[in-house]
């Protein structure tokens, strides 16, 4: 969001899932790109400033706990969506 706008986090419970939204105002993702940030060391950052890791990091950790991550954007809002079940946060306790 280059320092300025506002980042929203709502958490909810539905169908035995947990569903996390983040939200941004910043510039958003054109579709041209939209399905490259998952990959691994994608970045339209500048050298120095960013991996490209964070969305492929994010991505692996939620898949390994069964869940999923999804994106949808448009120039002023971006929201990332994550889904967990609960089930196998359950099966982790149990561990
Ligand atoms: N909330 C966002 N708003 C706009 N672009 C984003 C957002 N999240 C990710 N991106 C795009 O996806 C790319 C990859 O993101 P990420 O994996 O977090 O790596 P990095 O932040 O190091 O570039 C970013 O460089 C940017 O182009
Ligand atoms: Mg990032």
Redesign the pocket.
């Known amino acids: 969001m280059d320092y300025q706008g506002t980042l929203t986090i709502d958490a909810i419970v539905q169908d035995q899932q947990i569903q996390v939204s983040i939200t941004?105002t910043?510039?958003?993702?054109s579709p041209e790109?939209q399905y490259k940030?998952f990959e691994p060391f994608?970045?339209?950052?500048s050298l120095g400033e960013?991996?490209?890791?964070?969305?492929?990091i994010a991505k692996k950790i939620i898949e390994k706990h069964s869940g999923k991550i999804t994106v949808e954007?448009q120039p002023g809002r971006?929201m990332f969506h994550v889904f967990l079940p609960m089930q196998s946060i359950q099966e982790m306790e149990d561990v």
């Open positions: 941004d910043g510039i958003g993702i790109i940030i994608f970045t339209t950052k960013g991996s490209g890791l964070g969305l492929d954007s971006t």
